[in-house]
């Protein structure tokens, strides 16, 4: 392969999903379809990163400040979802069931990573939450420990606001067999047993 051509192979396979083998052929099929696919892939790479900011408001990336989500007004601003990622806000915007606003903290605390909360999002989600409007809190973290630990941190720093403060459940994912399960999503779903009807 060309020296152009592999550099671009070696760097599409640092993307998450993309091994070398997998490179090699977008490389290939980009070259194929050179008119079709790689000048429109170009011209959207470039215009996202001429325009790409994070949101001011909630931390989601976009080409505006604030990003679409913060600007819709279809939105029930009273409800708050907290994730890690923008990659989680992402997913759950996808589903089309919350109907309100986001608030991406930009990870997860972890003693291990060295992450604490000033490195976080943290002190910009009270303050949305101060400054008022907002009636209930969806704490989205990741069903691991550092997620559930953040969950509990945010907890703490929001009880004294009159918030109805939720968090998603975790436990049995529908189809899931319990052979398959790690520890934590068992012991998850045993701490959130209820009775049968």
């Known amino acids: 392969m060309a020296g152009e051509l592999d550099t671009l192979s070696q760097a599409l396979a ?3 999903g993309l091994g070398p083998r997998s490179a090699r052929r977008a490389v290939l099929y980009l070259v194929k379809k050179r008119e079709a696919a790689m000048e429109p892939l170009l011209a959207a790479l470039q215009a996202v990163a ?3 900011v994070t949101c001011s408001t909630c931390g989601n990336v976009d080409t505006v400040d ?3 989500l913060c600007q819709d007004p279809r939105r029930d601003e009273r409800l708050l979802c907290v ?5 989680d806000l992402w997913a759950l915007d996808r589903s089309r069931l919350f109907p309100g606003r986001y608030h991406v903290l930009g990870g997860r605390l972890s003693a291990l990573e060295g992450i604490r909360p000033e490195d976080l999002g943290i002190d910009t989600l009270v303050r949305r ?4 409007g907002i009636d209930e809190v969806v704490l ?5 420990l550092e997620g559930q630990t953040t969950a509990h941190y945010l907890a703490e720093r929001l009880e004294k606001f009159p918030i109805r403060l939720t968090q998603l459940a ?3 994912p529908v189809g899931g067999e319990l052979d398959y399960l790690d520890e934590g999503t ?4 045993l701490r959130a047993r209820r009775p049968v009807a």
């Open 50 to 52: 001429d325009k790409l």
């Open 129 to 132: 939450v101060a400054a008022g």
């Open 140 to 144: 989205a973290m990741n069903a691991t």
């Open 170 to 172: 975790h436990g049995l």
């Open 186 to 189: 068992l012991a998850q779903a």
């Open 83 to 87: 994730v890690e990622e923008v990659a």
């Open 14 to 16: 640092r993307l998450p």
């Open 66 to 68: 604030p990003c679409q």
